[in-house]
């Protein structure tokens, strides 16, 4: 326990920070849990930020604050009230984003969500227009967006190395031990199954790499530990491109394919050297994230030879990166790559998921959002609810999904 207090002490301390005079922007870090560290982290190593004032529901991370000369907040109203950062990163349970989100955009406050950016479309889709109505951008963080090996494999895929995208296969297959449940028991509830924890950073790549999804076929197993979750979910998707792809997770298979084993982003997790992602099209495939391209010698043809290539990237923190774009997008220098409309849309692939799978029928993520998002808090609501306040004590501190 002293390592973690020493820990936190150490990210939230002072730095010595600026860039060539100017003065640094203030963010204020909203929910102190294990993705909030992480951000402070980030900020830590970007030299045109400091971390101005945190709010948290946690007496012992209040006390450490305190304890390095940092200001330290139990309700983001009080926060705003008192303090007028340049910048507010939320890393608190998804059934607070909305309110919150919302709170700091009338405040005319940058703001950077955590995913999920709501637990349900009708909420995401409330902060949208918000953000539009008051000209304020909205971040939401699929940081992983952000890694060079996503932006190299981009890169390739819009310059047509593999030439039209006919196919994609992702793969999310990982076995949760009991002690994950165990530790914080809402991940045993409806909507906290790896579909909406997981798999939804996985959809908002490939949204992001292969083009919108129009419409999602799925089927849902439920969870063999006996929780109100899936534990396997697979969908087949098809692409406004004419691609059709195949995406599946579990977190109660063991296996070396998904993206935490594969592309060493988090030190947390074993390296395997595999790959999540295959996409093919009409002159070559890529793998994900090894960046191996495959092509035949000659022209396409299954009787010739095939050879491949790695691409090559230098490697950066994806989370260091996201907190460099966010800095500049508060001075108004570039849009968010991440969008409050992009992350509704990525939300809307799940719910409609989901949908598919409860219906048997295929299912259009827009035809969601044109009906507001109705009906789908059921499925995708796994926090207790908030009410009207933005301090909610019994989830804050949960460790992160």
Same mark, same amino acid.
């Given at each position: ?40 982290? &980030?900020?830590?190593?970007? %030299? +045109?930020? !400091? *971390?101005?004032? #945190?709010?948290? $529901? =946690? ?93 190299? &494999?981009?890169?390739?895929? %819009? +310059?047509? !190395? *593999?030439?039209? #995208?006919?196919? $994609? =296969? ?93 592309? &060493? ?137």
């Amino acid at each position: 326990m002293k390592d973690c207090v020493t820990g936190l002490a150490d990210l939230l301390s002072p730095q010595v920070v600026g860039m060539g005079g100017t003065a640094p922007l203030r963010l204020v870090i909203v929910g102190i849990g294990l993705i909030g560290r992480r951000h402070a982290a &980030a900020i830590r190593q970007v %030299d +045109s930020a !400091e *971390i101005c004032a #945190i709010v948290d $529901v =946690d007496d012992g991370v209040l006390a450490t604050a305190e304890s390095v000369g940092l200001r330290g907040f139990r309700d983001l109203t009080m926060m705003l009230e008192s303090v007028r950062p340049d910048g507010i990163i939320l890393s608190t349970p998804t059934n607070l984003h909305p309110a919150q989100g919302a709170a700091c955009i009338e405040a005319g406050i940058p703001v950077l969500i955590e995913k999920p950016i709501a637990d349900d479309l009708q909420a995401a889709q409330m902060l949208v227009q918000t953000s539009d109505a008051c000209h304020v951008p909205v971040m939401v963080g699929h940081h992983r967006r952000f890694n060079p090996l996503i932006q190299r &494999a981009k890169a390739a895929l %819009d +310059s047509r !190395e *593999i030439g039209e #995208i006919r196919t $994609v =296969d992702a793969k999310c297959w990982f076995y949760k031990p009991d002690d994950y449940f165990d530790n914080a028991p809402w991940r045993r509830e409806k909507g906290a199954g790896p579909l909406s924890v997981n798999l939804i950073h996985d959809i908002d790549l490939l949204r992001y790499l292969c083009g919108e999804i129009a419409a999602v076929q799925a089927k849902l197993s439920p969870s063999a530990r006996g929780y109100a979750i899936e534990d396997v979910a697979a969908a087949i998707f098809h692409f406004d491109n004419g691609a059709i792809g195949t995406i599946s997770v579990s977190d109660s298979a063991v296996s070396p394919w998904s993206w935490e084993f594969t592309a &060493a982003e988090n030190p947390v997790y074993p390296v395997t050297g595999q790959s999540a992602y295959q996409i093919a099209g009409s002159c070559g495939a890529l793998s994900i994230p090894d960046l191996t391209m495959w092509r035949h010698d000659g022209r396409p043809d299954w009787w010739a030879p095939l050879s491949s290539t790695k691409l090559s990237t230098e490697l950066s923190d994806p989370l260091v990166n996201q907190m460099t774009h966010f800095c500049a997008v508060i001075r108004g220098e570039i849009s968010p790559l991440v969008s409050a409309r992009e992350g509704m849309k990525t939300l809307a692939v799940v719910a409609a998921i989901r949908e598919a799978a409860a219906t048997g029928r295929p299912v259009r993520p827009t035809d969601l959002l044109a009906a507001g998002g109705a009906g789908n808090a059921e499925n995708m609501n796994f926090n207790i609810d908030s009410g009207d306040s933005f301090v909610d004590e019994s989830a804050w501190n949960k460790t992160a999904p």
